[in-house]
């Protein structure tokens, strides 16, 4: 039978991935229930309740082939239902973030059930129906950072089989000087035939190819363990292809779940990696043209630093108090110390309101302050003279990288402390009233700002809207902001507009035993800017083409330009300022056919940054419709459209992806909070069990 649980949230089972009746020590299993039913319910039916059995799944491929830097994978999952009743069996899958879905398949008793991309709201509207009927399947969790979710659950008959086929694709993005294809693997239970091959058929001679120690998905470990490094085949065909190939099998599966701290009933549930590098063109990139589409990739390797000018701007708030404040200090003193001789670098830390700090004195020298208010310990004159020393010195200008000016920086850092609201009005406009004063036009410094923050704008300009366009039009485009949102409090949304409307981008720093070395992470990819400004001039002999400006090119990174082109298409070269002024980077004449198809990359890209246009855009309503039109004829599945599957015997419902870095909680049964944790890629029979939390 079917047991229907209130609401979408199907209540499931801790850690291992599938209902299993033994009880844990943190959450009491009920496998049938006497809770009323509440409305739109149906009452669990506790006669005909039957232990749940898991359908086993028998084997497992996953198959991902890269070319060009654009990786496909599929994944296929084999099950059986060995149990006398039907059971409803979930297939669930973590995707990488920037991964977009484009096929799903399942075959059930050799019928083949394909699902088809349509327009998300559409999709929802379907979604919501079956969730107010009741039918809806919960959501599994599995969770990775930045990472998506993928979950289908099907009904399948006693001792028959079904297989899912689910497909992704994204463009690698080149970091650190590599290509890095994460494929994560949570089948939820050892799987007797698990087999990941990884395909790489590039154009250029292959630099290295790796596949280091597997990884949890929600940790940056300082060290490699030993235990946990795959052993993979790397079979290297010729210079420019190679095939790595990973089997463990259900001993191995089991050593890794031990390994990496999860139950090692659940199977291996972790992310295996295969890293690679490419040989580069020294200066002016690589053209790849397939006939109907052409692809820059450029990433200069004989390029001089340009020198920084960074302008840390930190929340000292009162949530940012305890561990997270003390992580900051860590990363902080390690991220001075990578700071280049010929860089400099002013630190603001604010709360209440902004202060900026006298490196040399390790005092702050500068408040921001819109009025007077007095000090309720002081008398007024005194309190006057106070607030005048605080809010009208001058700010001092960014200080040079030197060993002693570090030194003290990280004084400076080691005085912060946490405390207060979150004005984040003032601590970015004093950030960018440093660089107008500053940075001169036409000089090499780099200007960037580094905005980490855990809150929400509580004081001083509280509108993001407003706090968005003050922001953009006092920057005018000359500094790139990169935010950083650190744990679960932070507007992300915000964040990522206000970067994205300044040239940067955000990221997200998972609250854990990690998160100082995340910040570092983060600080690596933007420490060495190598070129801004950078053009590419196509315009002639091809249509389609996506962006085409950068602020910043950094070290170890790339930046990919495709568009549609037309007979007689040539490369163009580059123009950018660097080092030593303004270059030109020609790339070589001779165009390249690629191994394999060229269009959905440019498909991937284009649709990438339609989407990012749109994050950002006030009216959303061209570019909704422009990237519907590609998302529709690629079928890719992205915030504008969802996958809908025909269930057998049941009304189309519509698959979401879910940010998979959280376990979702809800209500259940009695009011309790139920903290759901799965694998994905696993299979399970929800409705079978409650947990109360
Ligand atoms: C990878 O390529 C092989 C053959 O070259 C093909 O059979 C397989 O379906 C491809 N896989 C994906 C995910 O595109
Ligand atoms: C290398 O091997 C791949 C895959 O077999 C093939 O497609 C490619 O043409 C080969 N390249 C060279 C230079 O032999
Ligand atoms: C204000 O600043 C001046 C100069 O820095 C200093 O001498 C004076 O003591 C300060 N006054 C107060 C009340 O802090
Ligand atoms: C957004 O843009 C569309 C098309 O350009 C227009 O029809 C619509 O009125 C705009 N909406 C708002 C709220 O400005
Ligand atoms: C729907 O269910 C009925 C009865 O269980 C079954 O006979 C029929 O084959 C099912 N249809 C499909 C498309 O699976």
Not at 492 to 518: C, M, T, V, W
């Amino acid at each position: 039978m079917k047991v229907l649980l209130p609401g979408v949230l199907a209540l499931l089972v801790v850690q291992s991935g599938y209902c299993f009746p033994q009880v844990t020590d943190t959450a009491s299993l009920v496998i049938t229930s006497t809770e009323p039913a509440k409305d739109g319910v149906e009452p669990i039916d506790s006669e005909k309740e039957v232990k749940p059995v898991v359908p086993k799944i028998y084997e497992m491929n996953i198959n991902t082939n890269v070319s060009n830097r654009y990786a496909k994978t599929q994944i296929a999952s084999k099950v059986k239902n060995l149990d006398k009743s039907a059971n409803e069996a979930e297939f669930s899958v973590v995707t990488p973030e920037r991964a977009f879905i484009s096929g799903f398949v399942m075959e059930i008793d050799g019928k083949s059930y394909k699902a088809y991309v349509q327009e998300k709201e559409e999709a929802k509207k379907t979604y919501d129906e079956a969730v107010a009927s009741g039918r809806a399947a919960g959501h599994v969790e599995a969770s990775a950072r930045d990472s998506n979710r993928f979950t289908v659950s099907v009904n399948i008959e006693p001792q028959s089989k079904a297989v899912f086929y689910l497909q992704y694709e994204e463009l690698l993005q080149r970091q650190n000087g590599k290509y890095e294809v994460v494929i994560n693997i949570h089948p939820g239970q050892p799987v007797k035939n698990m087999n990941v091959e990884v395909k790489i058929d590039e154009s250029r001679p292959l630099k290295f190819v790796e596949t280091p120690a597997l990884r949890s998905g929600n940790e940056i470990s300082t060290k490699e363990n030993e235990n946990l490094l795959p052993n993979a085949n790397i079979n290297r065909v010729n210079e420019t292809s190679a095939i790595v190939t990973f089997k463990p099998d259900i001993e191995k599966q089991k050593e890794y779940a031990k390994e990496l701290g999860t139950d090692k009933d659940g199977g291996l549930a972790g992310q295996f990696i295969v890293q690679y590098e490419v040989e580069r063109d020294p200066s002016g990139g690589e053209v790849l043209v397939d006939g109907g589409h052409f692809v820059h990739f450029f990433a200069p390797s004989e390029v001089k630093p340009l020198p920084k000018m960074v302008i840390f701007v930190l929340d000292t708030s009162g949530s940012m108090s305890g561990t997270r404040i003390d992580q900051l200090k860590q990363a902080m003193n390690r991220i001075l110390s990578e700071l280049h001789e010929n860089d400099v670098f002013s630190i603001i830390d604010f709360n209440d309101n902004a202060k900026v700090w006298n490196v040399d004195k390790v005092a702050v020298q500068h408040e921001t302050a819109s009025e007077y208010q007095p000090f309720w310990y002081r008398n007024e004159d005194e309190s006057k003279q106070v607030f005048k020393n605080r809010t009208q010195q001058p700010i001092p200008s960014p200080y040079a990288a030197n060993k002693a000016n570090v030194e003290k920086g990280k004084q400076v850092v080691g005085k912060l402390h946490a405390d207060g609201s979150t004005n984040i009005m003032d601590a970015l406009k004093t950030a960018l009233t440093i660089i107008n004063k500053n940075h001169e036009e036409g000089k090499r410094n780099q200007p960037i700002i580094v905005f980490l923050t855990d809150g929400e704008a509580t004081s001083g300009e509280t509108n993001n809207d407003k706090i968005i366009s003050s922001i953009t039009e006092l920057n005018n485009g000359k500094t790139p902001l990169f935010s950083l949102s650190f744990g679960d409090g932070a507007d992300r949304s915000f964040l990522q507009k206000i970067s994205l409307k300044n040239n940067g981008f955000a990221r997200h720093i998972y609250e854990g035993a990690d998160a100082s070395l995340q910040l570092e992470d983060f600080y690596k990819g933007i420490s060495s800017p190598l070129l801004s400004d950078v053009k590419f001039k196509y315009v002639d002999k091809v249509k389609e083409v996506t962006r085409t400006r950068y602020p910043i090119l950094f070290h170890g990174g790339e930046i990919v330009v495709a568009g549609q082109i037309d007979p007689g298409f040539a490369p163009r070269p580059i123009e950018a300022m660097g080092f030593e002024g303004p270059v030109t980077l020609t790339p070589p004449t001779e165009v390249k056919t690629p191994p394999g198809s060229l269009e959905r990359l440019w498909a991937y890209l284009t649709l990438k940054q339609i989407l990012e246009r749109r994050d950002a855009a006030e009216n959303k309503t061209d570019l909704t419709k422009q990237a519907l039109d590609i998302a529709l004829k690629y079928s890719f599945v992205s915030d504008v459209s969802s996958l809908v599957v025909v269930k057998p015997n049941e009304t189309s419902k519509a698959v979401e992806t879910e940010d998979a870095s959280k376990q979702r909680q809800g209500f259940g049964p009695g009011g309790h909070y139920q903290t759901l944790s799965l694998s994905a890629g696993g299979l399970r029979a929800p409705g079978k069990c409650i947990c109360y939390g």
